[in-house]
């Protein structure tokens, strides 16, 4: 059952065109919810060797900028949570019990108490929204209350962060049954002979759909087009 403030909120982050409007959007969502602080990541699913990472956030800004001082990212494990699981996480010792500097950090910018959760899109793109306040520690009562509401919004954010940081991801482009079914062959390491066999065509019309799928997805060859594919989701 969808309630008003599900509605509401929907219709507010469906109508926000850019990162400020989504942030103020989210943070007063977040706020609704009993926490003072909002921000929210999303990790592009290419190129393998760099992958693009967007956020927002209406952390202090002298955090934000100690964050992006200290290379936090790269060793902040509620990130590498996201990134391997979907399930909400909460803030504790133990959680940072390797990133002890970045916990005792956290804590003298006024950040004690947050709760994180990841979201992945049809197109491979990894979200992480996470929840954060100053005080008052996360009661059980009080995830009865609003846990299910922190899940929706954890999805709703992720869908139109989707379509407004990174707009490239709406504008794939779409392969054929065929060329699907030529990568997927491909990527479990059948050659362009062998995967005629499999489908009844010769081994020049495979060659042919390899080519448009690599012409469609700008990649140099076969190895990269079928990974490019499979990390976009598309086979």
Not at 78 to 86: C, D, G, K, Q
Not at 98 to 103: D, K, P, T, V, Y
Not at 118 to 136: E, Y
Request: charge should be negative; glycine fraction near 6%.
């Amino acid at each position: 059952m969808i309630t008003d403030w599900q509605q509401s909120i929907a219709r507010a982050l469906s109508s926000t065109s850019d990162a400020d409007s989504l942030l103020a959007t989210a943070s007063d969502a977040a706020r609704s919810l009993g926490y003072e602080f909002f921000a929210y990541g999303i990790r592009m699913p290419l190129p393998l060797s760099r992958p693009q990472t967007l956020m927002i956030s209406s952390y202090p800004q002298q955090w934000q900028q100690r964050y992006a001082e200290q290379s936090y990212m790269a060793i902040d494990p509620t990130v590498a949570h996201a990134l391997r699981s979907t399930a909400p996480l909460q803030w504790s010792e133990d959680v940072f019990a390797s990133a002890r500097h970045l916990w005792e950090d956290a804590q003298g910018h006024g950040l004690h108490v947050g709760w994180a959760q990841a979201a992945v899109n049809s197109n491979g793109a990894v979200g992480m929204l996470t929840l954060a306040r100053s005080g008052d520690a996360i009661s059980e009562q009080e995830l009865a209350a609003n846990g299910l509401r922190m899940h929706w919004l954890v999805h709703a954010v992720h869908e139109n962060a989707a379509r407004v940081l990174a707009p490239q991801l709406q504008q794939l482009p779409q392969l054929t049954e065929r060329e699907c079914d030529v990568l997927r062959w491909t990527a479990d390491g059948k050659t362009s002979g062998e995967i005629g066999d499999i489908l009844g065509v010769s081994e020049r019309t495979v060659n042919f759909h390899i080519n448009n799928c690599m012409d469609k997805l700008g990649a140099v060859n076969k190895t990269a087009c079928t990974i490019k594919a499979a990390m976009l989701r598309l086979i």
